[in-house]
């Protein structure tokens, strides 16, 4: 996987956790959410993460 598609990979990641909870994120400036939405955007990142290893490990 090229490097740039690796990048948009993660942001499509990204702005589909941030659907999940509920948080308004756009493609460029992101510095009008508060600390606790991107807080609860890159937690949710984590959890899928996790649950993704976690079933490619059964």
Not at 23 to 37: E, F
Request: proline residues 0%; hydrophobic residues 35%.
């Amino acid at each position: 996987m090229a490097k740039k598609s690796k990048k948009a990979a993660m942001e499509q990641f990204k702005m589909e956790a941030a659907r999940e909870m509920g948080v308004d994120l756009s493609q460029n400036y992101n510095g009008d959410i508060t600390a606790k939405q991107a807080g609860s955007v890159g937690g949710q990142m984590v959890k899928k993460m996790i649950k993704n290893y976690e079933n490619r490990m059964k």
